[in-house]
């Protein structure tokens, strides 16, 4: 959806982010990588699902700092990951 100038995304901003949404089917698994040197902030926009473990309802947010991120859609779940450079 959004990356810096040298990534991929159609918009293109001029700081060190990528900015993802996704949607996932209940029970559906998805695996998204965080390199060294960065972290990320997920906030389950809707639905509940499992981050690493930790239970996510509507509205909740975490922060990951170099560890990738397992998410499990325990219902309909919408997301956004803004991932960055670690602070």
Known sequence: MVSSNLGEAVIKV?????????????????????KA?????LVQIEGKSNINGIILNERDAMEIVEEDIKIKAEVLSHFIIVEMKKA
Not at 37 to 41: N, V
């Open 14 to 34: 001029n700081q060190d982010v990528n900015i993802f949404t996704l949607e996932l089917d209940e029970s559906s698994v998805i695996d998204y990588p965080v």
């Open 37 to 41: 040197g960065r972290q990320a902030y």
